[in-house]
């Protein structure tokens, strides 16, 4: 039997890794805070929520200002005052990274607001959520959402980031107070069927266009939905997963599964990509991109893309294909339908050896690449890749 207590307990900080991230936090909000009079300082974040797991020190601050008024240039002010190495990120409002000694920070321009409506931006809200989790949980609920951040991450199906598309560190923790336990939560998305509702007050349904495979009516403001970044395959695989879980509980599905260099050279195609510079999120969603468009390239040109996958390493990118690795000389492309005159008539123009088959027009031509390393040589060479990434090479 697994023994869930037990393994709740390894994702806890200890009271000493609590008191010496509290010192150092505390150092830090003095320290922006004496140079920033415009804006208060506070705590957001599974740190400020009292929901972060063990060794896991990435800390969340917002900058409340009275006013939005230039908000995101103020605060990059008063932190270059304070921080030397500092990274500004784009996005619906600026907001900045800063790497200090073992601590990664995020500091998010805010406007100090008391009820959803007088927010601005969707981050505006943040601090809102953060009340929210911290007056509708106790200690009990706090590790139990351990679990579940624990067991999503080791699933593949945690964070909110383009590149994820999965549950959000909030979703999560409304998931958690909504069905009481982690093993509540497991039982129940076993059930969950597309378009399904969540909500703490009563239905009110979503505008179409924020609707998603899971619509999780956010309690502090109940015309959003919680779980928006959440896939329709991400969501299948959280399924799949609680299913899984249900039938053999075991600690293995709490631990993050890498993917082996051994693994990796095993598969047809090996790329290493280095990123542009930027935030993870923006760095790693480009990647992904150029990911994406190489598979489609290869599909289109025939090389057909059996399973891929990508592999993060420090500072770059593993990218890798099983395909076919080389293609018979002639390849038919496909025309329009027969019925459609013009179109046939422009087609028959640009290709020789024609043929009709099931009311379709197509054409057998010479392939410019036979082998899947010379053309995908070309395909890295297109702007749309080039622009999204600073380096990508054949391994």
């Known amino acids: 039997m697994l023994d869930l207590t037990k393994l709740k307990e390894g994702l806890t900080p200890s009271k000493k890794e609590e008191k010496e991230i509290e010192r150092k936090v505390s150092i830090i909000l003095k320290k922006i805070q004496k140079n920033l009079k415009e804006a208060t300082i506070i705590l957001g974040g599974s740190y400020a929520k009292g929901t972060w797991l063990k060794d896991k020190h990435d800390i969340d601050l917002f900058a409340q200002f009275k006013t939005e008024k230039n908000i995101s240039n103020t605060l990059e002010r008063g932190l270059k005052k304070t921080f030397k190495n500092l990274e500004r990120i784009?996005?619906?409002?600026?907001?900045?990274?800063?790497?200090?000694k073992n601590l990664e920070i995020e500091i998010v321009p805010v406007l100090k607001i008391k009820n959803p409506e007088e927010a601005k931006n969707i981050t505006d809200i943040s601090p809102l959520h953060v009340h929210f989790v911290r007056i509708h949980t106790n200690e009990d609920l706090r590790n139990e959402i351990r679990l579940a951040k624990q067991f999503f991450t080791a699933q593949n199906l945690y964070g909110a980031e383009t590149y994820i598309k999965g549950f959000s560190g909030y979703a999560v923790e409304l998931l958690i107070i909504y069905y009481g336990s982690f093993f509540n939560l497991i039982k129940s998305m076993r059930t969950w069927e597309t378009g399904d509702y969540l909500y703490f007050k009563k239905k009110e349904k979503l505008n179409p266009s924020k609707e998603g495979s899971l619509n999780f009516l956010d309690p502090v403001q109940e015309d959003r939905n919680a779980a928006a970044a959440l896939s329709h395959e991400k969501f299948m695989k959280a399924k799949q997963a609680a299913e899984?879980?249900?039938?053999?509980?075991?600690?293995?599905?709490?631990?993050?599964?890498?993917?082996?260099?051994?693994?990796?050279?095993?598969?047809?195609?090996?790329?290493?990509?280095?990123?542009?510079?930027?935030?993870?999120?923006v760095t790693r969603t480009k990647v992904l991109k150029v990911k994406e468009r190489i598979e489609q390239e290869l599909n289109q040109e025939g090389f057909t893309v059996k399973k891929a996958g990508w592999h993060w390493e420090e500072e770059k990118a593993y990218l890798y294909y099983e395909c076919k690795e080389k293609l018979e000389g002639l390849k038919t492309v496909e025309g329009p339908p027969i019925i459609k005159k013009e179109h046939m008539e422009e087609f028959k123009k640009k290709h020789k050896s024609i043929f009709i088959k099931k009311g379709k027009i197509y054409a057998r031509e010479k392939r410019k690449y036979k082998e899947v390393k010379l053309f995908l040589q070309r395909v890295l060479k297109e702007a749309e890749i080039k622009k999204r990434i600073k380096k990508i090479s054949l391994i």
């Open 90 to 100: 784009h996005g619906s409002r600026d907001y900045f990274h800063i790497q200090e």
């Open 244 to 281: 899984e879980f249900y039938k053999n509980p075991r600690k293995e599905m709490f631990k993050e599964k890498g993917v082996s260099k051994k693994e990796i050279f095993n598969y047809t195609i090996i790329l290493e990509a280095i990123p542009v510079k930027g935030s993870k999120d």
